[in-house]
């Protein structure tokens, strides 16, 4: 296998610059193939989704929200559930409104970009717009809203429990003093993510309701 820096190296187009008074002949090399072009690094987890939602043949159009793929497929009981929650990459699986729902995250973008790309999908697609005229049931928008907010913000949600139970631990078996400077620097770290915690909320819920 030729490393991709090599491979862009092989593929450049080059260019002959003589110099008249030291008699050396050097080679420029322009054009060289990006790494966008040649190699997009969400490739693979969009070839993994697209042939675990059945196929192309299985969709009928695709689209994106703020951190999740919208699929409406024709059969979802060819989807591979089991398989794609368990892909690195893929946060969840939803299924509401008539849509089948591939949970990624912020960099959603990508992964549908690479999507349309890799499997011809560009028919298929549908502009991710406000104004689709598709009415949700309450319970469904409410999820959605839900998910859009929560899902970025679950890793550091994770770090600051784990930093308390850490913390707690060592106080409780003696091994750290509550009262010390170390614990409370920590665990007031640790609060410290809670103060961004309401406008965070505020700048998704309005991503998630366009207001």
Request: some cysteine; hydrophobic content about 45%; proline content about 3%.
């Amino acid at each position: 296998m030729i490393p991709l820096d090599c491979y862009c190296l092989l593929q450049a187009k080059p260019t002959l610059l003589r110099t008249e008074t030291e008699g050396f002949a050097f080679f420029l090399f322009g054009d060289f193939p990006t790494r966008r072009n040649s190699m997009n690094k969400y490739d693979g987890l969009a070839r993994i989704i697209l042939q675990n939602v059945g196929g192309k043949s299985n969709i009928v159009s695709v689209t994106h929200c703020i951190t999740r793929l919208r699929f409406k497929l024709r059969d979802e009981n060819l989807a591979k559930t089991d398989i794609l929650k368990r892909t690195d990459g893929v946060v969840n699986i939803l299924k509401a409104g008539g849509m089948y729902q591939v949970v990624i995250g912020q960099q959603v973008p990508d992964v549908y970009d690479a999507l349309i790309e890799v499997g011809h999908l560009e028919n298929l697609a549908e502009v991710p717009a406000s104004g689709s005229g598709e009415k949700k049931s309450v319970v469904a928008a409410f999820i959605g809203i839900i998910t859009a907010v929560f899902v970025p913000m679950l890793g550091l949600l994770c770090a600051t429990g784990v930093i308390k139970g850490i913390l707690m631990c060592l106080s409780y078996f003696h091994l750290m003093d509550a009262a010390g400077g170390t614990y409370n620097i920590l665990y007031n770290g640790a609060d410290a993510f809670f103060l961004f915690l309401p406008g965070h909320y505020r700048i998704y819920v309005g991503k998630e309701i366009r207001a």
